[in-house]
């Protein structure tokens, strides 16, 4: 199997495991299937914007050119930082984009990915965005009718619980699973300020999560296509956007979003 494209991140069916599809040119590859397989990537050199599909020499906020992460609505700051959203103001970077991508419903959810976490999602991102992160366990904690009010929500429960994911952890699959997420939606309601509490979800159902995994790297090496042009070995396993190497080497596909490679299998 040969085929050449620009990456962008893996698409994800929330099965049992996770099933991956990863885009690249005109073909979608099943990247479970590949999982024992020989893979080699090899980059070209050449990155594509992810937005406006030009040439540029680095790329900015995973894919973007450098007028394109200042300028395009999905490279916005709101988009790494909720609270930050105005479009509920009647401004941003392209109002059209807003209404359907800022203006609509929100999740606030709490996830266990190595440990407790605060995080915030669009509606139609529901598991999505839990997989992308390699949540083991997940559960709605607050609905929202926009963007910046759930990060409201997210930015006051940041004094009380991480926002970020150990990213080795995750990956090395070092999950405290004596987290009990129905306790801790319970215990986080508590803290919020009565003019927040309106927002919080009825919906109770705990998410689990499984990943196609042969073996969890120990000693984890991330790969750079800024580094090295080319990467070879056998894929044990994928989980959140990592591909996962025998021999403990991870690769991040979403920081590599508008790469030019060659995958071989």
Same mark, same amino acid.
């Given at each position: 199997m040969q085929h050449e494209g620009n990456l962008i991140k893996m698409r994800t069916e929330a099965e049992s495991p996770v099933r991956y599809f990863l885009p690249l040119g005109e073909e979608v590859i099943a990247m479970n299937d590949l999982i024992g397989s020989q893979l080699t990537i090899s980059f070209s050199g050449q990155i594509n914007c992810i937005h406006c599909g030009k040439k540029t020499k680095r790329s900015f906020g995973q894919g973007f050119c450098y007028q394109c992460f200042q300028t395009a609505p999905e490279a916005d700051p709101s988009v790494m930082r909720p609270e930050l959203s105005r479009s509920h103001l009647g401004i941003a970077r392209d109002l059209e984009w807003a209404q359907k991508h800022d203006?609509?419903? *929100?999740?606030?959810?709490?996830?266990? +990915?190595?440990?407790?976490?605060?995080?915030? +999602?669009? *509606? *139609?991102?529901?598991? +999505?965005?839990?997989?992308?992160?390699?949540?083991?366990?997940?559960?709605?904690?607050?609905? +929202?009718?926009?963007? *910046?009010?759930?990060?409201?929500?997210?930015?006051?429960?940041?004094?009380?619980?991480?926002d970020k994911t150990n990213w080795r952890a995750m990956l090395r699959n070092q999950v405290d699973e004596s987290i009990d997420l129905a306790d801790e939606k319970e215990r986080v309601a508590t803290l919020l300020p009565e003019e927040l509490r309106k927002y919080l979800s009825d919906e109770h159902e705990i998410m689990s999560l499984t990943y196609p995994v042969n073996k969890f790297p120990d000693k984890i090496k991330s790969i750079s296509l800024d580094k090295t042009h080319q990467v070879e070995g056998v894929l044990s396993g994928i989980k959140g956007q990592y591909l996962l190497f025998d021999d403990d080497r991870v690769f991040n596909v979403r920081a590599h979003n508008g790469y030019f490679v060659e995958l071989k299998a």
């Open positions: 203006l609509i419903d *929100h999740y606030v959810y709490l996830a266990v +990915t190595d440990a407790l976490k605060v995080g915030v +999602t669009r *509606h *139609h991102q529901v598991p +999505t965005r839990w997989i992308d992160q390699g949540a083991s366990f997940a559960i709605k904690l607050a609905k +929202t009718p926009n963007r *910046h009010i759930a990060g409201v929500i997210e930015v006051f429960l940041k004094n009380y619980l991480n």
